[in-house]
């Protein structure tokens, strides 16, 4: 088994270290430097990097830690890539045989078309489609495509833990509230996370149980965000396109 600990990159991104005190492996080094102090400050050897989507600051410095790791690179088929890697896509197992650890590849359109997610140990990296009580802007897919991806993260078991790409969650649970202000559990999470950024801890991993419990883009087919939503169509597809559309100008 492996831990995991965040390294924060850029203002608000998250690369993923999973170790077991001696081998490692990353997950989305758009910046190769704290990766590097990381792996030397904790004597860690690099065996792996897992890739969710093409988007630089996800992929933005896996070239120089090949020049001091020339290891196996996983990512989805995309043309732009200027490094070595195998492709992934759904149904792809991704063996780290140092960290004793294999995952699942989900394939999750909607932020970008290629995206994909690593699912296994009871951890979900699902760079930037599920986001704490948010969800990615979608650059390249269909509001359809990115519902039907969320809906499939959301079907994983209540305790997975899921690791994103970003700490957005405190903004996240500012815009649920405005559509859901009188939810407890909304209440409860957010001052919970005011509180973990107040001290300068990370809001993650988050879990599916808890997203389900307080993420608006999960919880679609609500009549809270029904009537929040403005639409008067009840399907929960338009219900999402709707409020994706609000988030982006909140």
């Known amino acids: 088994m492996f831990d995991v600990l965040p390294i924060p990159a850029f203002q608000d991104n998250y690369i993923w270290l999973l170790h077991n005190?001696?081998?490692?492996?990353?997950?989305?080094?758009?910046?190769?430097?704290?990766?590097?102090?990381?792996?030397?400050?904790?004597?860690?050897m690099l065996d792996g990097i897992l890739i969710t989507h093409h988007h630089d600051d996800h992929i933005g410095g896996v070239a120089k830690l090949l020049e001091k790791w020339p290891?196996?690179?996983?990512?989805?088929?995309?043309?732009?890539?200027?490094?070595?890697?195998?492709?992934?896509?759904?149904?792809?197992?991704?063996?780290?045989?140092?960290?004793?650890?294999?995952?699942?590849?989900?394939?999750?359109?909607?932020?970008?078309l290629e995206h994909v997610a690593y699912y296994g140990a009871n951890c979900l990296f699902c760079g930037d489609t599920l986001f704490g009580a948010g969800c990615g802007r979608l650059f390249e897919g269909t509001p359809s495509q990115m519902f039907a991806s969320l809906q499939r993260l959301a079907n994983l078991p209540p305790e997975t833990h899921v690791y994103c790409g970003?700490?957005?969650?405190?903004?996240?649970?500012?815009?649920?509230?405005?559509?859901?202000?009188?939810?407890?559990?909304?209440?409860?999470?957010?001052?919970?996370?005011?509180?973990?950024?107040?001290?300068?801890?990370?809001?993650?991993?988050?879990?599916?149980?808890l997203e389900m419990e307080t993420n608006p883009f999960l919880r679609c087919s609500s009549a809270s965000f029904q009537a929040a939503s403005g639409t008067e169509n009840p399907d929960p597809v338009q219900v999402f396109a709707a409020i994706r559309k609000m988030r982006n100008n909140y």
């Open 71 to 112: 290891v196996p690179v996983y990512a989805p088929r995309h043309a732009s890539y200027l490094f070595p890697h195998t492709i992934v896509e759904e149904g792809t197992r991704v063996l780290l045989p140092t960290l004793d650890t294999q995952f699942s590849v989900l394939a999750i359109p909607g932020h970008t």
């Open 166 to 209: 970003h700490e957005y969650t405190e903004h996240n649970l500012g815009f649920a509230r405005s559509l859901d202000p009188d939810n407890d559990k909304l209440i409860a999470r957010q001052q919970d996370t005011i509180e973990k950024r107040r001290k300068g801890e990370p809001t993650l991993p988050s879990t599916i149980g």
């Open 21 to 44: 005190g001696k081998h490692a492996a990353v997950v989305d080094p758009g910046d190769d430097y704290p990766v590097v102090q990381a792996l030397h400050d904790l004597d860690l």
